[in-house]
């Protein structure tokens, strides 16, 4: 199936004869075209960008199959009045719109120009959890960028050093091995504050005896990559290990336990069990996963309120951790794609402790 068939099966289901649809990313997912302050409008006989002129010609280099319509931004209205045309021009009964996206003033603007035709909400977030061979490809690329550069971090890494110069020195080597940006803020978390799951990189100068948690991803022609890795700058003491191990183990048992057909919650269920049962559960915050995408955080969710079954073609990540405040923690986060056989992961940094001498 088709990308732009995925939505109009759901315009189907749900009796919507157009979608005029605003979220960047959508649009990207469906037409290529990588700018913003567009709009996206569909039917059952065309498809139609409406955008300025500053993107016109974008438009037209990137998209293939789909019509450019170039509207005069008089007022603020103007790409909504645009965007109603076309919908009235077609006789729909009802429009549908991506809601989360819009604003109460665009809603607002958009149903006053429809006037009497009603307006319908749709949540086009599940149309790009099942990734084509395309998207799998540049997914590869950008755990393999986000690999290579770690592996260069490693040689770098030494007491002294402040974990936003280490943050840095990541980021400057994935940008110079492809990396159009971040994923997101990179994490580097030390010490005590290696127990703060989203500890952005400080002043904080590393010492021998740290823990040093890293996360961190690239992007590649959109595609985004996520992992972690939890090292220790010197020899580990016996708790550094006790938890590590046990981390480790929740995150290979959910990756062997990952299956088509079960939900997010029931493989949240597996990994957190692991951390439970050896006495590290109050520990756990937060949850085993999330889909990685066009953007870092998509669907499915993997977590206690993971509702979505999976399916193969999915990629998401497995990252538990335990986080002791006051003293340290760790976290260990592939990114995978689920097959028939199972979880496979992206990137292929090592899982073992490392420990930094």
Not at 40 to 62: N, P, S
Not at 86 to 115: Q, R
Not at 277 to 286: K, L, P, S
Request: aromatic share 8%; charged share 25%; with cysteine.
């Amino acid at each position: 199936m088709t990308r732009i068939n995925r939505v109009l099966e759901l315009m189907a289901k749900l009796y919507i004869d157009c979608v005029i649809i605003k979220d960047v990313t959508t649009i990207r997912y469906l037409t290529g075209f990588t700018g913003d302050s567009s709009l996206f409008y569909l039917d059952r006989k065309q498809g139609v960008l409406i955008t300025d002129g500053r993107y016109t010609q974008q438009a037209k280099e990137e998209m293939k199959y789909f019509k450019v319509l170039e509207y005069i931004p008089v007022n603020a209205n103007s790409i909504w009045q645009a965007a109603a045309e076309l919908a009235l021009k077609s006789s729909a009964n009802v429009v549908g719109f991506d809601g989360a996206a819009y604003s109460y003033t665009d809603y607002v603007a958009l149903n006053e120009l429809l006037g009497e035709v009603p307006m319908e909400s749709m949540d086009l977030s599940a149309i790009r959890m099942i990734k084509d061979k395309k998207e799998l490809d540049l997914l590869v690329k950008a755990a393999a960028i986000a690999d290579e550069a770690f592996m260069r971090l490693l040689e770098d890494i030494r007491p002294g050093r402040t974990e936003r110069n280490l943050a840095g020195r990541l980021e400057y080597y994935m940008r110079s091995l492809g990396s159009e940006k971040t994923s997101f803020d990179t994490i580097v978390a030390s010490g005590a504050r290696s127990a703060l799951p989203h500890g952005m990189a400080s002043d904080k100068v590393v010492e021998v005896g740290d823990f040093i948690t890293f996360d961190f991803g690239a992007v590649f022609k959109g595609y985004h990559s996520d992992m972690t890795r939890t090292i220790v700058l010197g020899m580990a003491n016996s708790w550094q290990k006790e938890i590590y191990t046990v981390v480790e183990e929740a995150q290979l048992k959910g990756m062997k336990a990952a299956r088509p057909g079960m939900t997010g919650a029931e493989l949240d269920a597996v990994v957190r069990k692991v951390i439970t049962d050896c006495g590290y559960g109050d520990y756990y915050v937060h949850g085993t996963g999330h889909g990685v995408g066009l953007e870092i955080h998509e669907m499915p969710n993997i977590n206690k309120r993971g509702d979505t079954v999976l399916r193969t073609g999915m990629i998401f990540t497995i990252e538990p951790g335990i986080y002791i405040p006051g003293k340290g923690g760790v976290r260990i986060e592939d990114t995978v794609v689920l097959t028939e056989e199972g979880a496979h992961a992206l990137n292929g940094v090592k899982k073992q402790l490392i420990e930094h001498v």
